[in-house]
């Protein structure tokens, strides 16, 4: 089955396909300067949490690879403005900084092992490509987990892109419906659009028709419609960010989402890997929301759509934990109350089994 690869470390530089030009056109970029990734994160050439956490990681391993720096004191504060560039590009997915914090730890273990920069170069690359192989592992243990939720045939339904081009591996939400694919469920996926970047629309119905799983693509106005027929017997999506009590940010329009299925009696989900977790504030009100440009709402593809007037663009909104029915993760399954179940799940080293 199809998997699409949105990162890969070269050795020509970090090599992305620009998610921006999907689904028309195929096209990746080579980058070479740790500040062209940056830019990259900020424009979404890549996007979805997990992806940008690699994308993150490999743009701080190129910054010390492409060093100039003679002294190891240089080095290193060469590399903190590097974490620092890369921290500003999106505020709300906490796998960027979850990344970033690994990267630092690994430097300052390499550091303190070494005065080789070659050694010290090759280490931080190390530690980025197993990041990235990390995410993909992490990503097949949520699918598995989550499969078991799934519907043995009929609807179900998705928000924005948590697929292979939102994580670097199968997917987080879009993961879960591949394993119940793959393990014989007969799925119907209804994807809305997910203005006003039409991730659904231009992202996970090409990875899913890529992938021949059968879907149907629906305006995000049809949610309500869709969920009262019924027909639908889950939603799963995927999370930029974790709160310590269950509150999840994922992209605008997931929040109405999931108070229509709890209105339906439609079981919500999210899936998500554990670096997702921010279990240092205790709920979604202390989760950061991103503003983006009015112009990806005036605008589509460059052309207005909407008079000159004032536009807000939230990219993210919370849905609180008690519209959540479960959390699946790489080492378990967590129900409420989540304020437990999440750390616990954090304090985990290997999977944590949990009653259906």
Same mark, same amino acid.
């Given at each position: 089955?199809?998997?699409?690869?949105? &990162?890969?470390?070269?050795?020509?530089?970090?090599? %992305? +396909?620009?998610?921006?030009?999907?689904?028309? =056109?195929? *096209?990746?970029?080579?980058?070479?300067?740790?500040?062209?990734?940056?830019?990259?994160?900020?424009?979404?050439?890549?996007?979805?949490?997990? /992806? &940008?956490?690699?994308?993150?990681?490999?743009?701080?391993?190129?910054?010390?690879?492409?060093?100039?720096?003679?002294?190891?004191?240089?080095?290193?504060?060469?590399?903190?403005?590097?974490?620092?560039?890369?921290?500003?590009?999106?505020?709300?997915? !906490?796998?960027?900084?979850?990344?970033?914090?690994? %990267?630092?730890?690994?430097?300052?273990?390499?550091?303190?092992?070494?005065?080789?920069?070659?050694?010290?170069?090759?280490? %931080?690359?190390?530690? /980025?490509?197993?990041?990235?192989?990390?995410?993909?592992?992490?990503?097949?243990?949520?699918? #598995?987990?989550?499969?078991?939720?799934?519907?043995?045939?009929?609807?179900?339904?998705?928000?924005?892109?948590?697929?292979?081009?939102?994580?670097?591996? *199968?997917?987080?939400?879009?993961?879960?419906?591949?394993?119940?694919?793959?393990?014989?469920?007969?799925?119907?996926?209804?994807?809305?659009?997910?203005?006003?970047?039409?991730?659904?629309?231009? +992202?996970? /119905?090409?990875?899913?028709?890529?992938?021949? *799983? $059968?879907?149907?693509?629906?305006?995000?106005?049809?949610?309500?419609?869709?969920?009262?027929?019924?027909?639908?017997?889950?939603?799963?999506?995927?999370?930029? #960010?974790?709160?310590?009590?269950?509150?999840?940010? @994922?992209? &605008?329009?997931?929040?109405?989402?999931?108070?229509?299925?709890? =209105?339906?009696?439609?079981?919500?989900?999210?899936?998500?890997?554990?670096?997702?977790?921010?279990?240092?504030?205790?709920?979604?009100?202390?989760?950061?929301?991103?503003?983006?440009?009015?112009?990806?709402?005036?605008?589509?593809?460059?052309?207005?759509?909407?008079?000159?007037?004032?536009?807000?663009? $939230?990219?993210?909104?919370?849905?609180?934990? #008690?519209?959540?029915?479960? &959390?699946?993760?790489?080492?378990? !399954?967590? #129900?409420?109350?989540? @304020?437990?179940?999440?750390?616990?799940?954090?304090?985990?080293?290997?999977?944590?089994?949990?009653?259906?």
């Amino acid at each position: 089955m199809y998997v699409a690869q949105p &990162i890969e470390w070269t050795e020509r530089g970090v090599v %992305m +396909l620009d998610q921006r030009r999907l689904p028309a =056109e195929e *096209i990746s970029y080579t980058y070479t300067d740790y500040r062209e990734v940056a830019k990259a994160i900020r424009e979404m050439v890549i996007r979805g949490a997990p /992806a &940008i956490g690699v994308a993150a990681a490999m743009g701080a391993a190129l910054g010390i690879l492409q060093s100039s720096a003679k002294s190891l004191a240089a080095l290193q504060s060469e590399f903190q403005e590097i974490c620092d560039t890369l921290a500003k590009t999106r505020p709300t997915a !906490v796998d960027l900084f979850w990344a970033l914090e690994r %990267m630092k730890r690994r430097f300052a273990e390499l550091t303190a092992e070494t005065s080789d920069f070659a050694k010290i170069k090759q280490g %931080m690359v190390d530690e /980025a490509r197993k990041i990235h192989l990390e995410k993909r592992t992490t990503d097949e243990a949520i699918g #598995r987990f989550g499969a078991e939720f799934m519907p043995r045939e009929g609807q179900v339904m998705t928000q924005c892109n948590a697929g292979a081009l939102a994580t670097g591996g *199968i997917g987080t939400a879009l993961g879960v419906i591949r394993v119940a694919f793959e393990q014989g469920r007969k799925l119907h996926v209804l994807v809305p659009e997910t203005r006003p970047y039409l991730q659904g629309a231009r +992202l996970t /119905a090409w990875e899913l028709h890529k992938g021949g *799983i $059968p879907l149907t693509l629906i305006t995000d106005n049809m949610v309500g419609h869709f969920l009262k027929s019924g027909k639908v017997g889950a939603i799963v999506t995927g999370a930029d #960010r974790i709160a310590a009590n269950g509150d999840t940010a @994922n992209k &605008i329009g997931t929040y109405q989402i999931a108070v229509l299925a709890k =209105e339906n009696k439609v079981p919500f989900y999210i899936a998500a890997p554990v670096s997702t977790f921010d279990l240092s504030i205790p709920d979604g009100e202390h989760i950061p929301i991103e503003e983006r440009s009015a112009a990806e709402v005036t605008h589509l593809q460059g052309v207005r759509i909407a008079p000159d007037v004032h536009a807000a663009h $939230p990219a993210f909104d919370v849905t609180p934990a #008690r519209y959540i029915a479960a &959390i699946f993760t790489e080492r378990g !399954v967590a #129900r409420a109350p989540y @304020n437990d179940s999440l750390r616990a799940l954090a304090r985990a080293g290997q999977p944590v089994a949990t009653a259906r």
